[in-house]
C-alpha cells in the first residue's frame, strides 16, 4: 500500500481506474479517500464510491462490460477471466447458446450478463444466466452490482501485491 499512497491522483486513475471494466471514475471518487490505510479499505471504499453513484454512472458501468462467451474484442484482464472459466473454447453450439442467452438477458435488463467468472466453469455460468434471467430488474441489478464488486476485488487483488492485508470475502 505504501507504494500506492505515493501515487498522483493521475497515475492511482491510470494504475487501479482499469479494476472497474472501462470505468475510471471509480478510483476517481474513491481517491478522495487517499491515503488508505489497507487493501481492504481501498477496496471498500471504491466499492461504497460504485453503490453511491448516480444510477445512470452505475449503469453505463454495468453496460462496459462484454457479454460472456463473445467472440468479440474485449478488454485483456476479460480476455483472461474467460479463457479461464472456458468461455473462449466453445463448441459453435455452446456459442449459440451463450448468444441467444445473453440477448435474452440484454433484452430483460437492458445491460449484459455479468458475473465474476473466476472459479467458475461454462456450465455454471450458463446455469446461471438461466436462473438469473428470471429476476425482477431491481433485484438483477444488485446482482450485477455485487457481481462486479467481486470481478473488482479478483482484479485489485492481481493489481496490488500487500503482503499485510487480505481483502475479505465480499
Known amino acids: 500500500m505504501k507504494e500506492v499512497n505515493k501515487m498522483s491522483k493521475t497515475d492511482f486513475v491510470d ?92 433484452q430483460a435488463f437492458s445491460f449484459p450478463f455479468i458475473m465474476a467468472v473466476r472459479g467458475q466453469d461454462k456450465h455454471s455460468i450458463k446455469q446461471s444466466m438461466k436462473k438469473r434471467i428470471a429476476n425482477s430488474y431491481e433485484a438483477e441489478l444488485q446482482t450485477a452490482l455485487n457481481e462486479v464488486s467481486k470481478i473488482a476485488k479478483f482484479r485489485l487483488l492481481d493489481t496490488v501485491r500487500d503482503e499485510e492485508t487480505i481483502i475479505s470475502e465480499y
Open 15 to 106: 494504475s487501479i481506474g482499469s479494476v472497474f471494466e472501462h470505468s475510471p471514475w471509480v478510483a476517481k471518487k474513491a481517491w478522495m479517500h487517499h491515503p488508505f490505510s489497507s487493501l481492504e479499505q481501498m477496496y471498500q471504499k471504491m466499492i461504497e464510491e460504485m453503490y453511491a453513484a448516480d444510477p445512470s454512472l452505475q449503469l453505463a458501468l454495468l453496460r462496459s462490460h462484454p457479454d460472456l462467451g463473445t467472440r468479440m474484442e474485449i478488454s485483456e484482464t476479460s480476455t483472461n477471466e474467460q479463457l479461464q472459466a472456458g468461455l473462449s473454447q466453445l463448441s459453435e453450439e455452446e456459442f449459440n447458446e451463450f448468444s441467444r442467452l445473453n440477448k435474452e438477458y440484454v
